[in-house]
């Protein structure tokens, strides 16, 4: 069972692009989360989805960002025109329900030049 | 309120000794599951344990072992007999039965083991 799928797993932007970051659930899995994680602190949840719904988007920035998860094909994380301080690793994670353990993905580095 | 404290930032040992990571946290319900993961440096996260809140029975996995106090809000871990492969961030994490709030964790313990 191939476990949370992420990529790409490098991303570089210059300010003012967008950036679209992709993650495969496991197989099963219909609950998907984004959590950002800035160089030495831990996770900031972002979003929680669920099969082309958003359950919880209480830790997304209101401007810029945007998260959807259709019925067919990867969750998708998107921030628009990107700032420097979009720079982190972004980690998806997913479950079978939403008080289950979560499985994350290798997650992805994103560098805003 | 839901919350994770992890109070140790960092914490320092020697390889072969024993250590203990404190995870305390705070939920009004009386359904609600615990976790623990570790993030080694190479940047992943690794799912370690979960454990409900009727389920009080210590586990042992290992050199791993968790002790999970209700009366205290506790759910420590200890890493017995700790080696230099041990070196990596772990969190603790809550997740409950009530309202759409998934997995809340704590900041995090960054364990380095010397050798």
């Known amino acids: 069972n191939a476990g949370v799928m992420q990529n790409p797993r490098h991303l570089v932007r210059r300010r003012g692009q967008e950036a679209r970051l992709r993650c495969s659930p496991m197989k099963g899995h219909s609950h998907v989360y984004w959590y950002r994680q800035l160089p030495e602190e831990g996770l900031k949840f972002m979003v929680y989805?669920?099969?082309?719904?958003?359950?919880?988007e209480s830790g997304m920035p209101k401007e810029r960002f945007s998260a959807e998860f259709p019925k067919e094909g990867p969750s998708i994380l998107r921030i628009q025109q990107v700032v420097r301080g979009d720079s982190a690793a972004y980690f998806c994670?997913?479950?079978?329900?939403?008080?289950?353990?979560?499985?994350f993905g290798p997650g992805t580095r994103l560098t805003v030049t | 309120a839901q919350k994770v404290t992890q109070a140790q930032t960092e914490i320092s040992v020697v390889e072969k000794e024993d250590v203990t990571l404190d995870c305390v946290y705070e939920t009004r319900d009386t359904t609600y599951y615990l976790f623990w993961y570790k993030q080694p440096p190479s940047g992943e996260l690794v799912f370690l344990i979960r454990r409900n809140s009727f389920d009080e029975q210590n586990e042992i996995s290992g050199r791993y072992s968790w002790n999970f106090q209700k009366s205290t809000s506790s759910f420590n871990f200890t890493i017995t007999a700790s080696q230099v492969v041990d070196s990596a961030v772990y969190f603790c994490?809550?997740?409950?039965?009530?309202?759409?709030?998934?997995?809340?964790f704590g900041k995090g313990t960054r364990l380095s083991v010397i050798a």
């Open positions: 994670a997913s479950s079978p329900d939403r008080r289950f353990e979560q499985y």
């Open positions: 989805l669920q099969k082309e719904n958003i359950i919880d």
């Open positions: 994490a809550l997740s409950f039965d009530s309202g759409n709030t998934p997995l809340v």
